[in-house]
C-alpha cells in the first residue's frame, strides 16, 4: 500500500515536468519586425528580424522575391543577414542603398520539422523609400542672356530627377518678389522626378547686370538647397542725338517685341512717339528631349516648343523601327500618344518652318519600358591563354539596375581574379563585358548572366567554347596557293583571248596602225603616151607603207573566194604572193619584133632606173569598176598558191582580158580603157629593199 501511494506523487511530478518543458520549447513566435525606412542614396540601412524558439528556416523577400536562406545572401552583394543566429536574429543590412532597394521588404521563417511542425511566421511588410537629391538645377538659357530694355523675357529652371519631386523657386540680387509656374515632369527613371519652373517678366534699365537665381530641394538635399544663376545685360535703346533717323548696326531675336520711343521738342512744346520694335528670325527648336520613355498601355506627350517671329508652322512626324515609313502624325507643337505600345515606338521628328527660311528639325526616340531582354550571343569564343571576353547585351528601359554574372554557381565580382566586369550603357539599354584575362581550360564552358531592372529580371545562359586555331603554316600554304591559282587563271584568260581572236581583227589592226598615207600615180595607155605622153620605161605597181605588210590583206583574197568583187580601194603587193604564168601572146609581127610599139611572145628586159628616181607623181580617184573582164589577174583564186593551180581538178578559167596589164615597157600598146597603176608612198625618201624587183 505504501509503494501505491507514490505512483500519484511520481505522475504528478512527471506532469509538473513536461508543463516545464512545454513553457520552454513553445511555439516559434516573432519577437521584432522590421519598419519603414526613408534611407538617402548611398546610405547603409538594417531592417530587424527577430525569432523567438526558431524551428524553420528564415529568408527575407523583396517585392515578394526570396532573397535566400543563408545568412551571406551570395546572389545580392550589398545584402546579408546580421546578428546572433543563435539568439534567433535574422536583420537584413542593406549597404550602399539605390534605386533597386527601393521596395516593400517582409521576413519570412518556415514550417517546423515533421507533420506537426510549428506554422510559418511572416512579418509586417516593410516600405524601404529611398530619397534621391535631384541634379544641380539648370536654366535654359544659360548662364547669361542680352536682352533690351521693355522686353518681356522668359527664364526656365529644370531641376532633374529627384525623389520626391524637387521644390524650385526663384530669386534675384535686387530682393524682388518673383512669382513663378512650376510643373512635375516624368524622367528617364520611372522613380525619379523633374520639377519646370517658369518666370516671366519685363525687363528693365535696374535689370542690367542682376543676377536671377534659381533654387532646387527635397528631403534628400536638406538643409542645403541646389541652385543655379543667370546675368543680365540690358541694352537701352535710347538715342540723345538731335537726329530724325535712329540706326542700329545689328539687330537680334532678342530686340523683338522691345519698344522705341522718339521725342521732339520746341519752343512750343514737345511731342513723343514709341514705336515697337517688330524683328523677323527663323526657327529655332529648344529644349527637346532626345530620349522618351513611357509605361505601357499610358498616354505620352511630346512637346515641340519653337521661337520665331512669326509663328512657325509646327509638325510632327513618325519612324518608327517597324519598317513603316516615315509619315506626317499631328500638326502644332504638341503630339499625344493615347495608349504607348510597342508598335508605337520609334523616332518621331518635330518640324518647324516659315517661308524664307530654312526648316529646322530635331528627333526623339520613344521607347517602351518593361523588364529587360538580353540580345547577345548564346554561343561565344575565346582562345586559351588570351583575353577572353564574353558580351551580355541587354534592351532595357529603364536603364538595368544591376547586371550580375555566375560561373559554376559562383557570383563573379570585378577586380577578383582574372576577372574584369565593364558595362556601357546605350539608348535603350547596357551592355556588360566580362573580360577574362589569361584564359584556361577550367574558364570555358557555360556562364550566366543576369539583368534586372524595375519592371523585372532577364537570365541568359552563354557558353564559352574554346577557338582552335589555325596553324601558321596552314595559312602560308593557303595563301601562296591563293596566288598561284589567280596568276593561273590570269594566265588561261589571255591565252584563251589569243587563240580566239580572228585574222580579220589582226588585218584590220593592221590597217589602221598605218600611219602613212598612200598616193596612187597612174599609168596612161599607150595611146595616151603616143599622143604626146611622158611615159617611163617602168611600169610596175608598187608601194611603200611603213607598218601594214602582206598579211593584212589577207581577209580581201577571202572576200574574192566568196565570189565577191573586192574594192579598187585595196592594192595587192606583188611580192607577197607566188608569180603566176601567163599564155604568151600570139606572134603577131614574128620574131620578137616590135608591132605598134609593143613586146611580141616575150617580155623584155626592164629598167629600174625609175623606182630609185621617180617622176613627179599625180593622184587621181580610185578608177571604177567596170566589170570582172577588167579584173586584176591578181586577185584570182588560183594567184599566188600553186596547189590549185597544179591539181588534177579543173581549175578555174582565168578571168578574160584583152591583153596583158602587166607591162614592163611604158611604150608597150594597152587597149583602152584599161589604166595601169602602181602606188608609192607620200615621203620623198624610199627606203631600199621596199620596192618590186619583178612581176
Partial sequence: MRGRRWIPTFLGLCLCLCLCLVEVEGLQELEREPQDNEPTLGETITLPCQVRDRKGAVQWTRDGFGLGFPRDLPSFRRYSMVGNEADGVFDLKIENVTLEDDAVFQCQVGRGPGPGGDPELMSREATVTVRVSPKEPRIVQGRELDTTAGTNVTLICEAQDGKPPPQVYWANSLNEELASESVEMGSHHNKLKTTRSTLHFTVGRRHHNATFECYAQNSATTPTPLKTSIRLKVVDLESQYNTTSLHFPRVDRSMNGSSISCEVS?????????????????????????????????????????????????????????????RRVSEGGNYTIRSLTLEETGDYTCFASMPGFHEVSETVKVLLRGPPEIKSERTQFGRGDDTVTLECKTVSVPHPSRVQWDFLGKTIVTGEGQYVIKETRTEDGLISRLIINDARATDFGTYN?????????????????????????????????????????????????????????????????????????????????????????????????????????????????????????????????????????????????????????????????????????????????????????????????PYLRTSSSTSLPPPHLGSPVYVRNGSVGVPNGVTGQYITASSSHLKPGTLATHV
Avoid at 565 to 585: G, L, Q, V
Fill in 449 to 641: 548572366c543576369s539583368v534586372r531592372n524595375a519592371y523585372g529580371t532577364a537570365v541568359a545562359t552563354i557558353t564559352l567554347q574554346k577557338q582552335r586555331s589555325v596553324p601558321l603554316l596552314i595559312i602560308l600554304a593557303g595563301v601562296i596557293g591563293g596566288i598561284i591559282m589567280l596568276i593561273a587563271i590570269v594566265m588561261i584568260f589571255f591565252l584563251c583571248q589569243r587563240r580566239s581572236k580572228s585574222p580579220e581583227d589582226y588585218g584590220s589592226s593592221s590597217e589602221k596602225t598605218s600611219s602613212k598615207p598612200i598616193t596612187v600615180t597612174t599609168l596612161r595607155s599607150s595611146n595616151e603616151l603616143g599622143n604626146g605622153g611622158t611615159g617611163s620605161d617602168d611600169s610596175d605597181m608598187k608601194l611603200e607603207i611603213q607598218t601594214a605588210s602582206g598579211s593584212s590583206l589577207s581577209h580581201r583574197e577571202e572576200d574574192w573566194e566568196r565570189g565577191g568583187t573586192p574594192s579598187h580601194s585595196n592594192y595587192r603587193y606583188s611580192a607577197d604572193y607566188i608569180e603566176p604564168t601567163f599564155p604568151p601572146k600570139p606572134d603577131t609581127g614574128g620574131g620578137g619584133q616590135r608591132e605598134n610599139g609593143g613586146c611580141v611572145g616575150y617580155v623584155p628586159y626592164v629598167d629600174y632606173a625609175r623606182d630609185y628616181n621617180p617622176s613627179s607623181t599625180a593622184v587621181f580617184p580610185v578608177l571604177p569598176s567596170n566589170g570582172l573582164n577588167n579584173v586584176d589577174p591578181r586577185y584570182s583564186a588560183t594567184y599566188g598558191n
Fill in 266 to 326: 520746341s519752343v512750343i512744346g514737345k511731342s513723343k512717339a514709341t514705336l515697337p520694335i517688330n524683328i523677323r528670325y527663323g526657327p529655332r527648336i529648344r529644349d527637346l528631349k532626345r530620349l522618351v520613355s513611357g509605361e505601357p498601355r499610358a498616354s505620352l506627350t511630346l512637346s515641340c516648343q519653337v521661337d520665331s517671329n512669326p509663328p512657325a508652322d509646327i509638325y510632327w512626324t513618325r519612324d518608327n523601327h517597324l519598317g513603316m515609313a516615315r
